[in-house]
């Protein structure tokens, strides 16, 4: 095996066992994807960069790395491969459908390479959708279908394999000719629709970007990288813009400045990386999830800057218990429309309501407003929503234990926020999933 090729194997192998990153429906280690995806595409080529991509492709999308992290791994050509293969939408530009469309256009403007290591991908997934979830399949068939027209530029091979693939999960799923549209008008659950009028965008909207940013100080190209380095330790900037002509097209980080000018070592921004100061925190969590900066612009012009570490700021902090606050109300709300003021007792241990109870009897001592159905754990809550499939599926759980470890996941953060824990080390991957699902249910995607 090509070093380069190990490294990525071992790089990414590592990233999302950190995660215990599970596939949906096997809970087997993810890993055993990346690798399928890796062989096919080894199938047809031996390029070095564009297997390693394949091990690589979901790294940034559902880990903590990032793709500078790639950048000074494994350099600029795998780098830009992987982004290639990474969503670039984020949660405000609006349903599914919508934010598809947006990605669809960022992979048809990939490069044949990155478009093989799709191919590899779609028929790896295809086929474990379509064996696991044939009502899912519906949905995923019709999306692989629209990829599939802008994946031609992809190694032929695979590209007729991809094709095959498609026709054959249809078929194996009872459809024949073209597939059934996706409705676009539905009846949203009635605990949805009281979540949409408790928890309007107003929230959402209330805290943005520029709430986040530090200023982004900026030199023009021809200044001295040395002039610039000391003027970063002094300030403990680990990043400053470059300047041409007034205006900043770039940036650079301390560790770039070995050259004679600041402007020698400057870094393009990407796609996707730069956000206007009004944007939500949402997207700007999905940016940061990709790169290791988000560059924010303040009347058309960058002029700040955000990293992960900026979410240990009080503003964010009060955004996130927000969010686990909305969270807890859906819950609440959505066992109240399943199972009534008090059907959903059955589904708790004695020791689990006893503890309600006791919690309920201490706040009506002290004359809160309050029903027993408020004094549950969250864990409590998805207990009683996991005995019903249909709301598991909605909430997007493969199985019970993937909803209990998610509700362990969230109540690790608030704990976290409550105590003024760093929120970054260990909870950033739980941030970027919270925040996805709370855009998903005030679009109506749950």
Known sequence: MNDTVQRAQGF????HQRINHRRKYTNAPYTDHLAATAKLV??????????????LHDAVEDTPVTIQDLQQEFGEEIARLVLELTD???????NRAT??????????AASPRAKTVKLADLINNCTDVTKHDARFAVVYLQEMEALLEVLKEGHQDLYVL??????????KIGIKGALPKIPVDWEPHASQALFASMVPRLFIDAFAAKDLATELFSFDAIIPSQEVSVFMEREHQHVVGIRSEGRVIGFVRQEDLDSKTCGEKMRSFKSGQVLSGESTIADLIQVLTRHSYCFITILDSVAGVIMRENFNKPVARMWLFGIVTIVEMYLTESIKDL??????????TRNRLDKAASLYNERCRRNQNTELIDCLQLSDKIQVLLQDPDFMERLGFESARSGKKAAKEIESLRN??????????HDWAQIARLSRRVEGLIHGEM
Do not use: M
């Open 12 to 15: 990414a192998t590592q990233a």
């Open 339 to 348: 199972y009534g003021e008090d059907g959903w007792q059955s589904f708790l």
């Open 416 to 425: 976290n926020l409550a105590h003024t824990q760093d929120i970054v080390i």
């Open 99 to 108: 934010r598809k469309a947006i990605d669809l256009n960022h992979l048809a």
């Open 88 to 94: 670039i939408s984020t949660p405000s530009e609006g």
């Open 42 to 55: 080894a199938t047809v080529t031996d390029d070095p960069a564009t297997i390693s991509a394949a091990w």
């Open 162 to 171: 991809a094709r095959k693939t498609h026709t054959r999960c249809s078929q």
